[in-house]
């Protein structure tokens, strides 16, 4: 803003260049019309500012301040007893209702606070600055659970509003008027792996088929066996056809044929024998479910059955 308030008394260097040359152009266009550029140039400046001052008039909002705890280069060399003391409890009194919610002990936050900052000191000393707080929440995670809570969610808010635009972008390519009855959840697991995973180049799937494959009984080659059957049967078919072709008479060709049906229902066999045998258990329930609710209708008898 003090740089853009300096454009009312002086010019910049592109006015500057205009003035030195032809004013009746300016890179190759040809200017027209009554100068009022001192005029408009004012208005723009305050136009500027004005909005720059609206935009971020929370600024100096004791909340955004707070969130300097966050910033470890910008702590002190050395211990101060009270550094952040002040900051802490601004964020407590304002995210109060947040904390209690998720269960945060909120009367544990200041003093785990001191604790810390003496820990962080004493074992750390001068690699403070350079320390990332992934590398403190492993540390500490488990001796200073609740302000590191607090420091979790400093780190989570938004310095722009482009994550959100983002993310609503994806949700209207996901929920299209062809997928509107997508549920909550599946739209959250979905909006997830959209805007969090890895690249695709990048993404390893071992780990997903695993998972996939674990939870219940899966059967991936369930398919292989009935590919082996059906080759089985084409090879056959087509060995009974050249030995047809091969035999004089309708006789012959009859015997031939009453061969290849043999054929035929081996390869089948094979077929459902190499398929899973859980598959085939399933089957011989289903007959015996189905043998069953005919006798006690009364329609298979004894020798049928």
Same mark, same amino acid.
């Given at each position: 803003?003090? !740089?853009?308030?300096?454009?009312?008394?002086?010019?910049?260097?592109?006015?500057?260049?205009?003035?030195?040359? =032809?004013?009746?152009?300016?890179?190759?266009?040809?200017?027209?019309?009554?100068?009022? !550029?001192?005029?408009?140039?004012?208005?723009?400046?305050? &136009?500027? /500012?004005?909005?720059?001052?609206?935009?971020?008039?929370?600024?100096?909002?004791?909340?955004?301040?707070?969130?300097?705890?966050?910033?470890?280069?910008?702590? +002190?060399?050395?211990?101060?007893?009270?550094?952040?003391?002040?900051?802490?409890? $601004?964020?407590?009194?304002?995210?109060?209702?947040?904390?209690?919610?998720?269960?945060?002990?909120?009367?544990?936050?200041?003093?785990?606070?001191?604790?810390?900052?003496?820990?962080?000191?004493?074992?750390?000393?001068?690699?403070?600055? !350079?320390?990332?707080?992934?590398?403190?929440?492993?540390?500490?995670?488990?001796?200073? +659970?609740?302000?590191?809570?607090?420091?979790?969610? $400093?780190?989570?808010? +938004? &310095?722009?509003?482009?994550?959100?635009?983002?993310?609503?972008?994806?949700?209207?390519?996901?929920?299209?008027?062809?997928?509107?009855?997508?549920?909550?959840?599946?739209?959250?697991?979905?909006?997830?792996?959209?805007?969090?995973?890895?690249?695709?180049?990048?993404?390893?799937?071992?780990?997903?088929?695993?998972?996939?494959?674990?939870?219940?009984?899966?059967?991936?080659?369930?398919?292989?066996?009935?590919?082996?059957?059906?080759?089985?049967?084409?090879?056959?078919?087509?060995? /009974?056809?050249?030995?047809?072709?091969?035999?004089?008479?309708? =006789?012959?060709?009859?015997?031939?044929?009453?061969?290849?049906?043999?054929? $035929?229902?081996?390869?089948?066999?094979?077929?459902?024998?190499?398929?899973?045998?859980?598959?085939?258990?399933?089957?011989?329930?289903?007959?015996?479910?189905?043998?069953?609710?005919?006798?006690?209708?009364?329609?298979?008898?004894? =020798?049928?059955?």
């Amino acid at each position: 803003m003090t !740089s853009i308030n300096k454009f009312k008394d002086r010019a910049g260097p592109e006015q500057r260049k205009l003035q030195q040359g =032809d004013c009746n152009s300016f890179e190759g266009q040809t200017l027209t019309g009554v100068d009022h !550029s001192s005029g408009q140039i004012e208005k723009v400046v305050e &136009a500027l /500012v004005g909005s720059l001052a609206r935009r971020f008039s929370d600024m100096g909002g004791e909340v955004l301040k707070a969130t300097k705890i966050a910033d470890m280069q910008s702590w +002190p060399q050395e211990h101060e007893d009270d550094f952040g003391d002040d900051f802490i409890g $601004v964020i407590i009194d304002h995210y109060r209702e947040h904390f209690d919610n998720v269960g945060v002990d909120v009367s544990a936050i200041e003093a785990e606070w001191t604790s810390l900052k003496q820990a962080l000191y004493e074992n750390q000393g001068n690699k403070i600055h !350079s320390m990332s707080w992934p590398s403190v929440f492993e540390l500490y995670k488990n001796t200073f +659970p609740n302000i590191l809570h607090v420091i979790d969610l $400093v780190l989570s808010l +938004p &310095a722009a509003t482009s994550e959100c635009e983002r993310g609503f972008s994806q949700m209207k390519i996901t929920k299209s008027q062809y997928r509107n009855r997508l549920k909550a959840t599946t739209m959250t697991m979905l909006m997830t792996i959209q805007l969090h995973s890895e690249p695709t180049k990048d993404f390893d799937p071992s780990s997903a088929i695993h998972q996939w494959n674990q939870n219940h009984n899966r059967r991936p080659n369930f398919m292989e066996g009935r590919k082996k059957g059906r080759m089985a049967a084409l090879e056959g078919a087509k060995q /009974v056809q050249e030995e047809i072709d091969g035999v004089d008479g309708v =006789d012959g060709a009859q015997m031939v044929a009453e061969a290849a049906g043999g054929a $035929v229902v081996e390869a089948e066999t094979k077929e459902i024998n190499s398929d899973d045998s859980d598959w085939f258990t399933d089957m011989e329930d289903n007959v015996d479910s189905d043998d069953g609710e005919m006798e006690d209708r009364g329609l298979v008898g004894e =020798d049928e059955e």
